[in-house]
């Protein structure tokens, strides 16, 4: 295994896998089907649960699920009796902190996951790079100076890297802000055609940014030696606010009101009256359903059962389903609508978004490519995000964060005489 080898892990935030299909199909995105035939890409690429960018980036980054992490975004938590909202919190440790531990240097360019935490601002042995409101081609151009050797734009100075860094992270949300359809990279959308139109568009610039990118880290010495990873957290899945969806809601929560339970739709930060048997809280998409007070397993069974009949539901999970996915116990039933529903009672008129369980946040889009990576591979098999982690310090010869529980993707590696894919270190 080379002991030189620089690994560069690229996030599109958002990166669904029916983007890419629509877009290959369109001959939008040239770069990245020229990238499938010297490297390798994934058909069955599948996120974490909750399909959420905070908990499922930390989730790369550790190669760990909530169950290490701790990070699930929103949850009622029944000993404190709140709605308690999450951010970045990590738990485990992870790739900066690990390889760095490990005497590697690292650095981040806008990869949010590991700004002081691992990488920091204004360091040169692993800095975290940033500029304000920095565009996809300008982090693009950061992440070029910086395995270019060159200043960076570091805690609002310019730095120089005392060397390369062996490990360097770089986070691009473009596709995720247009999927949500915000407004703010892409005109509002007022059909689901014209936001797919939206994510189509972005995807077909970025593409071409990353054509550029590579045509001038191609030029640079250490090329041989670079390792990358296209890789994402989570997919997109559409949605509806309309009558019909206001409808399945209201026909969802009465459901649950006609089985004798009081039940209250709470938010970040507040808590349940001394009546209440049932909290109801949403990332966004899908309801969160926890009971106040213990109940027997059979009857949270009984009430998923009577919800998963109801046809503008897709898909619910009780607490032991979501911890065999290696996430942890969040809430008591995880209830996900069957697209286009929504269960809100408010939300714009068209729109995406991922805390779901449907297929279309679940099958996500992955890709690596360069020194000591097969070419020309597909697989088919099931690949979950946690594993790039591992698979990144194998490339790295270096162990994985403290708490990873991926698996090293043994058939996307060349070996070298001698070399052996041990997965304990």
């Not at 951010?87 to 806008?110: C, I, K, P, Y």
């Not at 279309?360 to 490519?369: D, E, G, N, P, V």
Request: glycine letters at 6%; proline letters at 5%; one cysteine or more.
């Amino acid at each position: 295994m080379d002991n030189d080898r620089v690994v560069v892990y690229i996030n599109w935030d958002g990166f669904a896998a029916h983007y890419y299909d629509l877009a290959s199909s369109q001959s939008l995105i040239p770069t990245i089907n020229h990238l499938r035939k010297v490297g390798v890409f994934f058909t069955n690429a599948r996120t974490g649960i909750p399909s959420i960018t905070n908990p499922m980036q930390t989730a790369i980054a550790s190669g760990a699920y909530a169950s290490r992490t701790g990070n699930v975004k929103i949850f009622y938590d029944k000993e404190q009796r709140i709605i308690v909202e999450q951010r970045r919190e990590n738990r485990a440790e992870n790739m900066a902190d690990a390889f760095f531990r490990q005497g590697l240097t690292v650095a981040s360019v806008h990869h949010f996951t590991f700004e002081d935490n691992g990488t920091y601002a204004g360091d040169p042995q692993r800095p975290y790079i940033s500029l304000p409101y920095g565009t996809y081609t300008q982090r693009f151009d950061q992440l070029y100076r910086v395995l270019a050797g060159d200043t960076v734009y570091s805690g609002n100075s310019l730095i120089k890297m005392n060397k390369i860094p062996r490990f360097v992270a770089m986070y691009m949300d473009d596709l995720d802000t247009v999927g949500h359809n915000n407004g703010t990279l892409a005109p509002m959308a007022t059909t689901e055609g014209q936001r797919m139109e939206n994510i189509l568009w972005r995807l077909h610039q970025m593409d071409t940014a990353l054509g550029r990118f590579l045509e001038r880290v191609s030029l640079l010495e250490l090329y041989p030696r670079l390792s990358f990873f296209l890789i994402t957290d989570h997919g997109m899945t559409p949605f509806q606010f309309n009558e019909t969806s206001i409808a399945a809601y209201q026909d969802l929560l009465t459901l649950i009101r006609s089985k004798g339970y009081r039940f209250e739709v709470l938010k970040p930060g507040e808590r349940p009256s001394p009546f209440t048997d049932i909290v109801l809280c949403s990332a966004g998409l899908s309801l969160l359903l926890s009971f106040i007070r213990p109940v027997p397993f059979k009857e949270i069974l009984a009430l998923q059962a009577l919800v998963s009949n109801k046809t503008y539901v897709g898909k619910v999970m009780n607490a032991y389903e979501i911890q065999n996915t290696g996430s942890t116990d969040f809430c008591d039933l995880y209830i996900s609508p069957s697209p286009p529903h929504i269960f809100k009672d408010y939300a714009p008129a068209i729109g995406g978004t991922h805390d779901s369980l449907d297929e279309t946040s679940q099958h996500i889009f992955s890709l690596m490519w360069g020194a000591g990576i097969v070419e020309n591979l597909t697989i088919t098999r099931q690949v979950n995000t946690i594993d790039f982690a591992p698979t990144m310090a194998h490339l790295l010869n270096a162990a994985p964060p403290a708490q990873s529980e991926g698996k090293i993707i043994t058939e996307a590696l060349q070996m070298s005489r001698g070399d052996t894919c041990d997965e304990t270190f």
